[in-house]
């Protein structure tokens, strides 16, 4: 079972939300991969133009001072898992689990058997328990940060490089944590590697100056 923070879970998922595909058909990219490595949560998520991993580790510091009512220990011990997440069932899980304020660092159980994935929170004093239940989806799902790490290590100076504004318009709704953004160019017609802070990795595919997106 993974123990994570409610802001983190629901942030790392709202960040890679912002990166799947735009087509209700296309069920295989319109869904949010859930990974826990040993070491860190990944949420990622791509819509073949862009990719996006937002990451946590039971390590990190809140983003304000905040005190631990329950004094649990964060992250978990299980072996490595991962899980393909609806974009409704995401969407259903971030209502579910909007971090309450004052209480955003409440802890939420996480934990994966096969396909079906489970979150709990615990019944607190002025906060309601629940117990929630998802089917994975029966798709195979790359694992992005590989595909982040490629285009990383070919980084080379471009004198000018395209983009659909629409599209890198969603880098401006991930969380800051830790710092600015980083943009590293592999080449006119190669993507470019988005950082934000410490914990968010993406990627966006160029255009061809002049040429409609």
């Given at each position: 079972m993974?123990?994570i923070?409610?802001a983190?879970?629901?942030?790392?998922?709202a960040?890679?939300?912002?990166f799947?595909s735009p087509d209700?058909?296309?069920?295989?990219?319109?869904?949010?991969?859930?990974?826990w490595d040993?070491r860190?949560?990944?949420?990622?998520?791509?819509d073949?133009?862009r990719v996006a991993?937002?990451?946590?580790s039971?390590e990190?510091?809140?983003?304000?001072?905040?005190?631990?009512p329950?004094?649990v220990?964060l992250?978990?011990?299980?072996?490595p898992?991962?899980f393909l997440?609806?974009?409704?069932?995401?969407?259903?899980l971030?209502k579910?689990?909007?971090?309450i304020?004052d209480l955003?660092?409440l802890p939420?159980?996480?934990d994966v058997?096969?396909?079906?994935?489970s979150?709990k929170?615990?019944?607190?004093?002025r906060?309601?328990g629940?117990a929630l239940?998802?089917?994975?989806?029966?798709?195979g799902?790359?694992d992005l940060?590989?595909f982040v790490a490629?285009?990383?290590?070919a980084a080379?100076?471009?004198?000018e490089?395209?983009?659909n504004?629409l599209?890198?318009m969603?880098?401006?709704?991930?969380?800051?944590r830790g710092g600015g953004?980083?943009?590293t160019?592999?080449?006119?017609d190669?993507?470019?590697?988005?950082?934000i802070g410490?914990?968010?990795?993406g990627a966006i595919?160029?255009?061809?100056?002049?040429e409609?997106?």
């Open positions: 993974l123990t923070p409610s983190d879970l629901a942030g790392c998922i960040d890679a939300l912002h799947i209700k058909e296309d069920a295989e990219h319109r869904c949010v991969h859930l990974r040993g860190l949560f990944h949420a990622s998520a791509t073949l133009l991993v937002s990451s946590w039971p990190d510091q809140p983003d304000k001072d905040v005190q631990d329950l004094g220990e992250g978990s011990v299980d072996d898992w991962e997440l609806s974009a409704d069932d995401a969407a259903h971030l579910a689990a909007k971090p304020k955003e660092y939420l159980f996480v058997d096969g396909s079906v994935m979150v929170r615990s019944k607190q004093h906060v309601p629940f239940s998802y089917d994975g989806l029966p798709y799902f790359a940060r590989v490629n285009a990383m290590g080379e100076p471009v004198k490089w395209g983009v504004m599209l890198a969603d880098f401006g709704r991930v969380r800051q953004a980083k943009w160019f592999a080449g006119a190669r993507p470019a590697v988005v950082e410490h914990r968010f990795v595919q160029p255009i061809r100056l002049g409609a997106a």
